[in-house]
């Protein structure tokens, strides 16, 4: 995804002289293509995320589109404060992009993983949150989005190569894109998780269980109306996300479930219990916290047979 | 364009009116910076219109100290009467820190260690536009606490902003003490000329001496400025001078006609 940010960012600001990218010294063999294209409109601020957002704010009040990038984790936490008072208050164009959502740079350890980031931002109601699924959705995101008033988080994956089947690149700013439909179990998912649980989906029609799959891209404005619509028809949902399970689209669902009085059951798998010491592959994360598709279809299994046992 | 009249008496006056009439605190700070805020409303920003885009900026960093920026934009004839008098009322844009949303405020700020960034994000798009246009930021001493600000520090050095000018509120005090008691930021000047910053001391209450030392500098290429501007807390008022609870306090009637009386006994 941060290969299609970049080629997608470049044709943008051929056409868009505002467009300016700014770094938090990251992006080695991703930026290149913008900076070697713009040097003048391409800026690594040095290892300092509260300037980073701080610049781009002054820039922002000019006139400016700026695109600050960095390591999801970095981007978001660090420098949330100046991103609240600096675009969010102030209504700038300040677009925020962190890269490797949840456990995508495992081997690096847990102060690389973003598990927090799309809940802090879906808190602020004045930030667009966008969390694609794989690159193709990345680009149709970015290009649906760029020029939208008010700041913008997007939290891409590092993953050029996988495509979600059945995404075909769909994006729409407030909706959901269904990539699969079955009668027996929902799952709405977020984030380059989605492939597992394609993956997962594929597995458990395999066993004769049929599900819908939509992925939530356009975390706010939030798919409220198609979220509503489609939970209405099911008794037992799945929230998947590699993010912790309070905060984002699992917090999400259960909140329109709640207003809306609906009688569907959710179950959230995400990530509960802060990392341990132990570091590893993203799959061997996903896994020890019940987000491979295998753990997902014994979820799966488990909770549709809680659900046959208690009706 | 025509300066309306505008002076640092009558900046103090509103201040001392706004804070009794409002009942609140920040009077310490506001006076603090009464005589800057005179000479850069007076003397230094070009603003031929509120919304000309090629106007220069002025971001209070320190925003607690905001109600002598709103004395300013009042006597210049930006803000009405009525719109002062909101001054901490319900509903008002005027509130103890600046808000974007009032016309002649260009940043909100409020939590310190924020305003220098944008203020060198504001240099740098001026430098983009090829604008002549400059930015001033107004931080308070203590505000150097914050690690952020030496960031926008470094940044706005290496890219040789010079047309970025930060004004130091050298007052020697914060919320809950005396600078030197909670954390030494001494020596102020060598700390900034060592980022590679362009240091002048000056005192902070010298119109005439911050004015020509802002005209002095070159703001067309070289490093950023910073003036030291030495000053007293709650300059005017001998019983709030150098003294820590008029950061916070609110005057009684008796003190309210003291301190009134000290400003316009003042040459």
Request: contains cysteine; proline residues 4%.
């Amino acid at each position: 995804m941060r290969g299609a940010f970049t080629r997608t960012l470049v044709e943008l600001a051929e056409r868009e002289p505002r467009i300016l990218l700014l770094t938090g010294d990251l992006g080695y063999t991703v930026l290149e293509p913008f900076a070697e294209r713009f040097p003048n409109r391409f800026f690594n601020v040095g290892v300092a995320e509260q300037n980073l957002v701080g610049v781009a704010t002054g820039l922002a009040e000019a006139g400016f589109l700026p695109f600050c990038y960095s390591i999801a984790t970095f981007i978001s936490l660090r420098p949330y404060e100046f991103i609240r008072n600096g675009p969010i208050l102030q209504r700038l164009p300040v677009r925020i992009v962190g890269v490797g959502g949840g456990f995508e740079y495992g081997p690096a350890g847990a102060t690389h993983y973003a598990l927090e980031d799309v809940g802090i931002m879906r808190l602020q109601p004045g930030l667009t949150v966008i969390a694609p699924a794989d690159h193709e959705q990345a680009r149709t995101a970015v290009l649906a989005t760029w020029e939208r008033p008010g700041p913008i988080y997007y939290r891409l994956g590092k993953d050029d190569r996988t495509v979600v089947t059945g995404l075909g690149g769909r994006f729409e700013l407030g909706r959901i894109q269904l990539i699969r439909e079955g009668a027996h179990l929902l799952i709405l998912t977020m984030g380059s998780i989605a492939s597992e649980v394609a993956s997962a989906a594929a597995a458990l029609a395999d066993r004769g269980i049929s599900c819908t799959v939509a992925v939530v891209a356009s975390v706010n404005p939030a798919p409220v109306e198609d979220l509503a619509a489609l939970l209405a028809r099911f008794p037992l949902a799945l929230t998947v996300e590699a993010h912790y399970v309070s905060g984002a689209v699992g917090s999400l669902v259960s909140e329109v479930v709640a207003e809306r009085g609906l009688g569907c059951r959710v179950v959230r798998c995400g990530v509960r219990t802060t990392p341990g010491g132990t570091s590893g592959s993203q799959g061997y994360l996903h896994h020890s916290h019940g987000l491979s598709s295998n753990a997902l279809v014994q979820t799966a299994l488990k909770e549709l047979e809680v659900q046959r046992a208690s009706t | 364009m025509e300066e309306s009249p505008l002076s640092s008496r009558q900046i103090r006056r509103i201040i001392l009116d706004q804070s009794k009439r409002a009942h609140v605190g920040h009077i310490g700070s506001a006076l603090s910076i009464a005589d800057i805020i005179a000479a850069l409303y007076q003397n230094v920003l070009s603003t031929p219109d509120l919304d000309d885009p090629d106007r220069d900026r002025f971001i209070l960093s320190k925003g607690h100290a905001v109600l002598a920026v709103y004395a300013a934009l009042f006597l210049k004839g930006w803000l009405s009467e009525q719109s002062l008098n909101t001054y901490c009322a319900d509903g008002t844009l005027l509130g103890v820190h600046p808000e974007h949303a009032l016309r002649g405020v260009d940043f909100s700020t409020g939590s310190l260690g924020h305003g220098l960034s944008m203020g060198a994000g504001a240099a740098l798009a001026a430098r983009l536009q090829r604008s002549s246009r400059r930015v001033f930021v107004l931080v308070s001493d203590a505000e150097c606490n914050e690690g952020s600000l030496w960031e926008a520090v470094m940044f706005a050095a290496h890219h040789g902003l010079s047309n970025l000018i930060a004004i130091v509120d050298l007052n020697g005090q914060q919320a809950l003490g005396y600078t030197d008691q909670v954390l030494s930021l001494t020596p102020m000047a060598e700390r900034w000329r060592a980022f590679g910053w362009d240091v002048h001391d000056v005192d902070g209450h010298d119109v005439k001496a911050i004015t020509e030392t802002i005209a002095s500098l070159d703001t067309t290429s070289g490093p950023p400025h910073v003036l030291i501007a030495h000053t007293v807390f709650g300059r005017g008022v001998s019983y709030m001078e150098r003294q820590i609870k008029w950061h916070y306090w609110p005057m009684s009637d008796a003190e309210y006609r003291q301190a009134l009386d000290e400003i316009d006994a003042t040459p």
